[in-house]
């Protein structure tokens, strides 16, 4: 098993360039030097994904966690790259009133998945987060609204809290038919490793709305080795006694949720995240 995870380690290549602009990372926010609390940083929740809009806000994000990414852009936004080139290609897709000549840039939100924002609003308490009216929404009522837009959203969030335990860079799985995939120190370094897929555990059984069958398993198999990654299936087991229509209650004991990971090849991810 060690040679496995050491060839492992070692077959994970760089990215040929990265820009000197996003070579320094920190693996979470910082706070701020004088008063000692985390900086503060608005969003707005559009109904289906969280917007900030603030150039340093994004900066922070993408540079101390490697959250978010550009909405118009494969990975980072353009303020983080100052792409003008990429810029000029873009401008086609908005309006005109959107951009600006005198700057040649325009003006490109990064956008949060759901679980990202929310950790960034439970655990780090650093999001404020208000509706497209300017409302503040509040923590409760963020993970209510979040459950509705997504079915699994409970599960995805304590699996996301577990791969963030661990210093993996999280981001959204959606083009990979995943739930995640998650990368060593950031997509600007390296391609991500796994696609993971996230199954749920209550009272000993598998839930029916998260099984994968045989032909599941093939296809999700195949994506994998087209695209160079790995699979990763992370069981999130509930307690037995939990109310899983409640929010209340989903909230107050997601701490008492056990995730367990899967492999389908014989590789330890964990040693591989620490030698690089």
Request: proline share 5%; hydrophobic share 40%.
């Amino acid at each position: 098993m060690a040679a496995k995870c050491t060839l492992f380690a070692f077959s994970l290549k760089p990215k040929k360039k990265t820009p000197p602009e996003l070579s320094q990372t920190l693996p979470l926010p910082v706070v701020d030097a004088a008063s000692g609390e985390p900086l503060p940083i608005e969003a707005i929740f559009t109904g289906y994904t969280i917007d900030v809009v603030n150039p340093v806000d994004i900066r922070l994000l993408c540079l101390n966690g490697g959250f978010g990414q550009g909405m118009l852009s494969r990975a980072f936004p353009v303020c983080m790259t100052n792409a003008r080139d990429a810029t000029r290609k873009r401008k086609r897709h908005l309006p005109a009133s959107t951009q600006d000549p005198s700057a040649g840039m325009i003006e490109e939100p990064l956008c949060l998945f759901l679980e990202e924002a929310f950790f960034l609003m439970h655990m780090l308490n650093m999001l404020c987060l208000k509706d497209t009216r300017g409302n503040t929404i509040s923590v409760a009522q963020a993970f209510a609204k979040f459950r509705t837009v997504k079915r699994n959203f409970l599960a995805c969030y304590c699996a996301y809290l577990y791969l963030k335990s661990k210093n993996w860079i999280i981001k959204s799985g959606i083009k990979f038919g995943g739930d995640f995939v998650i990368y060593v120190k950031g997509p600007q370094f390296y391609h991500a490793s796994y696609i993971v897929l996230i199954q749920e555990v209550f009272d000993g059984a598998e839930m029916q709305s998260s099984a994968i069958d045989g032909l599941d398993f093939q296809g999700f198999n195949r994506i994998a080795e087209t695209t160079g990654k790995d699979l990763l299936f992370l069981e999130v087991h509930y307690p037995s006694a939990l109310d899983l229509s409640d929010d209340a209650a989903c909230l107050e004991r997601v701490k008492d949720v056990h995730v367990a990971e899967t492999f389908t090849k014989h590789h330890n991810y964990l040693a591989a995240r620490n030698q690089v």
